[in-house]
């Protein structure tokens, strides 16, 4: 058999749909697969060619919308990040992600998880709102100042950190590592003033003191984000805030407008002639 022959693989997949069944159950389908064949083409196979019932949730393919987190063999992944080859087995087990209420089959109702997300306030704030709402020039920040919150925007919310946090699988209430890196996003982000409103809101017991530091999320974040230590920065700040150790945060001010017009560029000469 070449590297790219096809062989037969079993996706083993977690079928429930609450209008019928009382308790979720497996159905095992053969699905075709070739080097580099990922589990949710195997899924859109079934989909496409099996059974069209089968329901999961997906848009980009290429990892950065963030809807087809699901457990493949009892891990958190994004169905299309990860090829079948990966596992070695000639059988795959695939269901939701937990932690997270089942809506049918793979699809988990994310509506909580964002909830959450936009309880953090994840959005810059400023005090004085009249160069928000009527802006003149961007404010002003240096690469230093954007490294010390980068990472965290590359945060495609796919819920995979809660799935594999043993704290968001033990306290409903725990606003969990997503929300919490990103109110770390935005505390760090010296464009934003609205970090005393954001820590009143994680200072809790089902804020970051819920944390334990087991380091699952940043483990299983497909994005590469360390959710982790967003937290136990969030931690530092506030116990520096209350011990009367943190500096006043500076927040960057606004570039000078820009005066000078820029030269026009003359629109190139066609140089193609017609023959
Ligand atoms: S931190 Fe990572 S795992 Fe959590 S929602 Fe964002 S991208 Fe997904
Ligand atoms: S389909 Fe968008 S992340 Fe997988």
Redesign the pocket.
Known sequence: MTEDSIKQITLKVQRYNPEQDSTPHFQEFLVPVSRGTTVLEGLLYIKENLDSTLTFRTSCRMAIC?SC?MLINNY?HLACHTQIEEFHSDTLTIKPLPNLPILKDLVTDLIP?FNTHKSIKPYTIRHETEEMENPTAEFTQTPQELETFLQ?T?????????S?CPTSASDKLFLG??AL??CYRYCADNRDEGWQERFLLVDTDHGVWHCHLAGA?SE??????D?ALAIQLLKRRLTSQAIGLRKKQQSSPVASPITETKAKVPFPEFTAKES
């Open positions: 963030g987190g958190p998880f965290f590359y945060c495609v919310k796919c819920g995979i950190c809660i594999a590592p997503q890196a990103q999320c299983a974040c497909p994005k590469g984000l959710p």
